[in-house]
Nanobody, 127 residues
Framework: VQLQASGGGLVQAGGSLRLSCAAS????????MGWFRQAPGLEREFVAA????????YYADSVKGRFTISRDNARNTVYLQMISLKPEDTAVYYCAADPDGRRTGRYSGVMEHYRSWGQGTQVTVSS
């Protein structure tokens, strides 16, 4: 699965952005999807995940209540709606696909479960 993330940009603290990630293949609908981020000098970290059918979501504590992950399997697209953004949310955001999502039922925060990755989109939050 090839993934193309978009929607990043520069926003003031307290603002909102919506990231999109378009997948190239119909197998997207059986994959769990995740968003991760990497700030300069730091390791890549989990942000949010959604099950293959969109029925279950999982969030990092740092974004819970502010970020919402969703998907549209008809459009092969996953979204990350971000509100109340903080300067510490500044990072490159990556979408990723776990092709075993439907088979295993998982939607995890473990990077090793995700085998396809998008190129990343920069989110910068100014104070």
């Amino acid at each position: 699965v090839q993934l193309q993330a978009s929607g990043g940009g520069l926003v003031q603290a307290g603002g909102s952005l919506r990231l999109s990630c378009a997948a190239s293949r119909r197998t997207f609908s059986s994959a769990a999807m995740g968003w991760f981020r990497q700030a300069p000098g730091l390791e890549r970290e989990f942000v949010a995940a959604i099950s293959w059918n969109g029925g279950s979501m999982y969030y990092a504590d740092s974004v819970k209540g502010r970020f919402t992950i969703s998907r549209d399997n008809a459009r092969n697209t996953v979204y990350l709606q971000m509100i109340s953004l903080k300067p510490e949310d500044t990072a490159v955001y990556y979408c990723a696909a776990d092709p075993d999502g439907r088979r295993t039922g998982r939607y995890s925060g473990v990077m090793e479960h995700y085998r396809s990755w998008g190129q990343g989109t920069q989110v910068t939050v100014s104070s």
